[in-house]
Every structure is written in structure tokens, then in C-alpha cells.
């Protein structure tokens, strides 16, 4: 309700510069039992997605990441820890937490990851590292001002 003729903007959208905020909207909204149709649809499958291609562009030399994001990553870490679901079950249903983890890990077997443990853990150190450079990546500036390739 507002007293005067107002244009109120609304909707849900996710980004990576407070990760935590998000996580502590879900989190309520869930204790509160808000029914799922106000909710984000999917988003604990896409909090897997976000912590694959947050691990992708820890792994890339030209990956961006802003301090906002890399403080947020170890937050993101130990909820994917929690929603964990063991092997089986819907594995085999498109969509399931189970299908999407799957998804997540076959992607990294390339650096040796074999579960998703493995990946988090390996979340976790680049993470660690990059905290110990300053806890920003920025791709390499040439003297044009552009980025390089």
C-alpha cells in the first residue's frame, strides 16, 4: 500500500556482489515458509551453477572478481555444503539439486574433481589464495587501456 499514486518496481534477480544478502533472504523466506510462487524459482540448483562458474573464473587468468564476490564465495561454499544431497535418488531427473551437483562436478573433472567435495574444496583454496594477493582479479591491463587478450 502507498498513500500516494506511486510506480513501484519489483521482481527477484541474483548477482554475485552480495551473495550473502541473498543467502539470507532465502534462508528466511524458507523459515517463514513464504509459498514458492514469490519465491526465486530454482535457486539452490542455481546456487550450484553460480559456485561452477565462480570456481571457472577462479581457474581463468582473465576471470573478473570483485572483492564483494570473493568475500561472498566462502559463504556461497558452505551453503552448497549444506544442500548437498548423497548419490542417487532423482540423480537421473533434469533439474534435481542431485542432476544439477552432477552437472557442476562433470564439468571439472578436467582438474580432478571427482565429487563435489572436490570441488568446493578447490573453491575453497583458490579462494584462500587469491585472499592472500589482495582478494580482488582483475585481468591484465596493456598500455592501450584495453584488456588483454
Known sequence: YTPVDSIVFGGNFIHGLDIKGQLDI??????????????????IQLMFYAGKEYYNRLKDPNGTLYKEEVNGIGILVSALRSWAVGPGGDADREGSIAHVMGECVTDHKKYGIDDLESLLKAIESEVEQLQKNGGEKRPPVNTMGTTAA
Open 26 to 43: 532465502h534462508c528466511l523466506e524458507t523459515r517463514t515458509r513464504v509459498p514458492a510462487k514469490f519465491r526465486f524459482p530454482y535457486f
